[in-house]
């Protein structure tokens, strides 16, 4: 049967997030769903590269799907597209991949952007898609800050206690800090993260911004590896999965 | 009486537009109630520098207010964010200002942007923000029948059968239009623009851009003043007033 990589594009606000839960409506129900639609009814399991929490956003997440028929790649996206209306997700791309390629394990890198709305006034035309800050951060001592975390390392301070992860090791290559007018953007790089990783860093760094730590503060945080003396884990609606890496890259239609 | 000028942000999906109509929610009536908390109960006048339509969003909208009593600025700024609430309403800046001074007729420039979104697939985070079009879209040609409009001209041709204004004749100091990646962007700026005036030139321009029109066809339209003859008028949600510009600039608290 043939097997198909999505890229996908979604708003995490109305959902419970990536995975199937009693609790709510996922992203994943929404694709499965649709999918059937050109599966004679079967519902098909989509599964993700990244299992985004609820109210985490994603402009470049990865699934896949085996479908009983052999549809041209823009036929299944297009479809995916008008089956999954009026949920806020988009199918940007799909792709015949072959029956051994994972878009979980054969991921290659992962990158999040996460977003601080850092002014006085509440967000009126970003609700939803950012952290709202209102002292002001030291963007430039959060970069400092981040870069101290690159590198291999047990992330154990950063991690979520839900975490199913069987190791703690991790290799961040990119920790990007950099403020664009009222907004601070970081941008977060590795093959893989722990659950909450980005933002159990983002939370740490901005006790840094915030002038309260000085910008040595994470990797003493990072190498005590105890998750308590961390910063708040950051909200869940300032993150976005922005994309995954694989090598070949896919050729998306 | 102690006159403000004020610096808004807000998601118009949810307004009938700026002004106060019996049909629902508007902008200014969300404003004005929040700034009677503030005048002893009496809802004071809240007028803006650009009446924009149901569905037109705003970065940098300009309104001017009167109370009885003098506050600080930053507590005018502060109480009506707190007042607006839950609504997308956001006041990034306040200021005094003379009792002369005018929001709509002291306004020296204008600018608005329109954000089309070109792909096939339909925004899932850019819902209401965007006009989707799938059919690709040649900006280039798009910008180089924009210059076309460029200048001091009869604008009858992209002015709404409801616009008041006493005169059509407008200067159009810029019109550019650009692609960011999947996103065709239009700049448009003037001391002031007729109703509907952006959205239909930007309906008039994609014409061009989907190669039904020659580049020459946006300024034939302009030149025949004939509303008949142009495009469509865009949709509001593309639309957001991103400045408003004054001589001399407003010094935001």
Redesign the interface.
């Known amino acids: 049967m043939p097997c198909y990589a999505l890229l996908l594009?979604?708003?995490g606000a109305p959902f419970v997030g990536w995975q199937r839960q009693e609790s709510g409506l996922s992203v994943q129900q929404v694709l499965e769903e649709a999918a059937a639609r050109l599966n004679g009814g079967a519902l098909p399991l989509v599964s993700a590269a990244g299992r985004t929490d609820a109210g985490v956003?994603a402009?470049g997440q990865v699934a896949q799907v085996t479908l009983v028929a052999a549809l041209p790649p823009e036929r299944v996206?297009?479809a995916l597209?008008f089956h999954t209306?009026p949920h806020?997700?988009?199918?940007?791309g799909a792709a015949v991949v072959d029956a051994a390629w994972s878009a979980r394990f054969s991921a290659i890198g992962r990158a999040y952007r996460y977003r601080i709305l850092n002014?006085?006034?509440?967000?009126?035309?970003d609700?939803g898609?950012v952290w709202h800050i209102q002292r002001p951060l030291d963007a430039a001592a959060m970069h400092a800050a981040a870069q101290g975390l690159l590198g291999r390392h047990d992330f154990s301070a950063f991690r979520a206690a839900a975490c199913q992860a069987k190791s703690p090791l991790r290799t961040l290559d990119r920790l990007d800090v950099s403020r664009l007018g009222e907004e601070v953007v970081i941008v977060a790089e590795a093959r893989s993260f722990l659950h909450h990783q980005v933002r159990n860093m983002v939370g740490t760094l901005v006790e840094v911004g915030l002038g309260r730590r000085p910008a040595s503060w994470p990797r003493a945080v990072l190498d005590g590896g105890d998750r308590t003396r961390a910063g708040q884990t950051a909200p869940a609606e300032g993150l976005s999965l922005t994309g995954v890496r694989y090598d070949p890259p896919i050729a998306w239609a």
Request: proline share 9%; aromatic share 4%.
């Open positions: 594009e979604y708003d956003h402009e996206r297009e597209n209306r806020p997700v988009a199918v940007l002014r006085r006034a509440r967000p009126a035309l609700a898609r």
